[in-house]
């Protein structure tokens, strides 16, 4: 009997678990569908394992463990800067090691120009041209090998024409930053074994009608389909239900009835009154995101692409790396100015099981896209700040910067509990 798939030699010593080689994955084949077997790529030396080693040499056997199990469930691997040549370094080093490993690893592209309005993940290419020649290095550099790239979280969801009344008056910004995605989605869709994800953001964000458009015109029907809830925390339930909505959408304006076709704006969406129905026009739209109300959702797209074959529809991943308890919401009693509820929300927990066979038609995976554990930034609540109130004033990591302390809350609090991903071969 031999233990195979997470090789941390902290923890191997520190607890004495026999650990072989990392699990097989599917059969290479020249398709861009994920395969349902796909066994995800564990990086050895991610912050979690050198938490782990942290932890072992101060003592701290409990928590070592805990990040010990964290640590062994595969998570994505971010390409957030650098040069063409530094990229496709970075990316081929990762195609090796997941070689080698036999498993499918994850990318995520994270280089847009005016990358998140230039605030907490601020930063991306300095021009377009700039972008273009990076992801071609990009996604040359992943091969013909199978991997999973989640291109540009937020790049749809936050275009530059929602960044502020100012920053793109004449609509050039936002038009460049359409080219640029399909552009990416032309480059990464010639590599045969890699499955591509646009990043359509959170159920409780853009309507339904708004981001299957953007899917639309970024070409999301070049792609395996699009991501949900990176670095969010909606319910998995949920956010697989308005996934679903997202891609009925993108059916009904682009292959559904002739009088439907060019009008995603007309979906009924997830913003409903409970006191009364949408008819899924224009203006219906109302600020209730209810989940009890979206009843009314399914019951416009039943009535409305009932005649979708289901292999007419685009599929989704969704991040789960931090959505076990769902989102937050300030305690009774608490007052501030903006809650900031997706910015570092307190006693949160890890959300189902990287896996790729999520038994939702249209879900090929969940994955742990956000790395458990880094900062969302420092977040102020709408107060003068600098410190967080939530955290008793003490101020925040910087956005990416590793939090061991959010990490251990985020694996204690993990839904279901955390144990060590070991398969036995």
């Known amino acids: ?115 998140d309005c230039g605030q907490y993940s601020s930063g991306g290419a300095t021009s377009d041209a700039a972008y273009q020649q990076w992801i071609a290095a990009f996604a040359a550099a992943i091969g013909q090998a199978r991997a999973v790239v989640i291109l540009e979280p937020d790049a749809l969801a936050n275009l530059p024409q929602d960044c502020g ?108 009154s409970s006191a009364a129905p949408n008819d899924g026009l224009p203006g219906d739209s109302v600020s209730s995101t209810d989940p009890s109300t979206w009843h009314w959702t399914d019951d416009w797209f039943t009535q409305n692409t009932a005649a979708a074959p289901v292999s007419a529809l685009t599929h989704f991943v969704v991040d789960t790396s931090r959505n076990g308890l769902g989102a937050w919401t300030p305690p009774a009693g608490t007052s501030y100015p903006d809650p900031q509820t997706w910015c570092n929300p307190p006693d949160r927990g890890i959300g189902a099981r990287p896996t790729a066979n999520t038994s939702v038609p249209l879900a090929d995976a969940y994955l742990y896209i956000k790395t458990i554990g880094q900062s969302d930034g420092g977040c102020t609540r709408g107060t003068v700040g600098p410190g967080d109130p939530v955290y008793g004033g003490t101020v925040d990591p910087a956005a990416g910067a590793w939090w061991p302390e959010q990490a251990l809350t985020l694996a204690n609090n993990a839904v279901p509990a955390l144990g060590l991903n070991l398969p036995l071969r």
């Open 165 to 272: 009344p100012t920053t793109d008056p004449t609509g050039a910004l936002t038009a460049a930053r359409m080219a640029d995605l399909r552009y990416a989605v032309s480059v990464l869709k010639a590599q045969p074994g890699t499955s591509v994800y646009l990043d359509a953001g959170n159920s409780q964000w853009h309507a339904v009608g708004d981001i299957a458009q953007r899917l639309i015109d970024a070409d999301v029907a070049d792609t395996q389909g699009f991501s949900l809830n990176v670095s969010n925390y909606q319910p998995t339930d949920q956010t697989d239900h308005y996934g679903t909505w997202v891609s009925k959408c993108i059916w009904f304006a682009t292959q559904g009835p002739s009088w439907a076709i060019g009008h995603a704006s007309w979906c009924a969406s997830q913003y409903y």
């Open 1 to 115: 009997m031999k233990f195979h798939g997470f090789r941390p030699a902290l923890a191997v010593a520190a607890f004495a678990l026999a650990l072989g080689s990392a699990p097989a994955a599917s059969a290479q084949t020249a398709d861009h569908t994920l395969p349902s077997d796909a066994r995800f790529y564990v990086d050895p030396s991610s912050d979690a394992a050198m938490q782990a080693l942290t932890d072992v040499k101060s003592g701290d056997l409990r928590d070592a463990l805990t990040m010990a199990e964290l640590a062994s469930w595969p998570e994505a691997t971010w390409f957030t800067s650098g040069t063409p040549d530094q990229v496709s370094q970075q990316v081929s080093a990762l195609m090796r090691r997941a070689a080698l490993e036999r498993s499918v690893p994850t990318l995520v592209a994270y280089d847009i120009p005016l990358r």
